[in-house]
């Protein structure tokens, strides 16, 4: 009787772990992304500089380094969860009208402004459709940790044609350490994959000052974030993702 049972039971794992197994499988992907920012000036700021501007906030697209390693779960056809990490470059591009010194005469210049930071994310989401079909539906949150900031800027204009000044720091303090965001979209048949991410703070830490630019008559350092009343950040992506087990069979 007991061996019976034994075996039984040494039967049911192995029917469990195998359900279990189907059930739970890694998905890889990447993504296409369009990024955009609402920046404003805080009114202290404007009181000073009275010409200052942001002129524009403009659509940002990158499709490198983002790599995204996922293990979704089934709960069955219709329902499932998924968690991973994800690795992604987003960032803001402004153009921006600012004073060249630090003084209330100050002329002003045209600055063309991009800053990004790459991204190691650890998301869960909650998913439902037909999964067989792979149509489904998701949505859930990401926390993600800042890694490595770059901002670059061309002066005198616009456009990308005036001399440009560049810098990159690693976990640097231009953004807040950790960026929370909440994440909607939809899974095609085929791979294609379409995701709306929008970033629950702002993008920008502005407690991160330039000394210089609190000295009168000091060229005025573009860096100095002081300035922002928000930065918010938000995005949309398309990506193709597929099951790594059935791509390379195992």
């Known amino acids: 009787m007991k061996k019976r049972l034994f075996f039984i039971m040494i039967g049911f794992s192995l029917i469990s772990s195998g359900i279990f197994a189907q059930n739970i499988y890694p998905v890889t992907g990447g993504e296409m992304i369009f990024s955009q920012s609402t920046t404003s000036f805080t009114q202290d700021f404007l009181d000073q500089y009275p010409d200052a501007r942001v002129a524009a906030d403009n659509v940002r697209w990158t499709v490198f380094f983002h790599f995204g390693q996922y293990i979704h779960y089934d709960v069955n056809d219709k329902f499932g969860l998924y968690s991973g990490l994800g690795v992604r470059n987003v960032g803001m591009i402004t153009d921006e009208t600012l004073p060249q010194t630090v003084s209330e005469d100050t002329p002003y210049e045209d600055y063309k402004i991009i800053r990004r930071q790459y991204l190691l994310g650890l998301p ?81 830490d502005t407690d991160y000052r330039v000394s210089s630019n609190s000295n009168e008559g000091s060229s005025f350092s573009v860096s100095d974030l002081s300035r922002y009343k928000e930065s918010q950040v938000f995005y949309v992506s398309v990506s193709w993702q597929f099951n790594t087990a059935e791509m390379f069979g195992y």
Do not use: C, M
Not at 152 to 159: C, L, N, P, R, V
Not at 160 to 169: I, M, N, V, Y
């Open 124 to 204: 869960l989401a909650v998913k439902f459709g037909s999964f067989d079909k792979h149509f489904y539906f998701y949505g859930g949150g990401e926390i993600e940790l800042a890694v490595a900031f770059k901002e670059k800027y061309w002066t005198g204009s616009f456009d990308r044609d005036d001399s440009k000044t560049k810098s990159t720091k690693w976990f640097a303090n231009q953004t807040p350490t950790f960026l929370p965001s909440f994440f909607a979209g939809v899974q095609l048949p085929g791979g294609v994959n379409l995701k709306f991410k929008y970033y629950l703070n702002d993008f920008l």
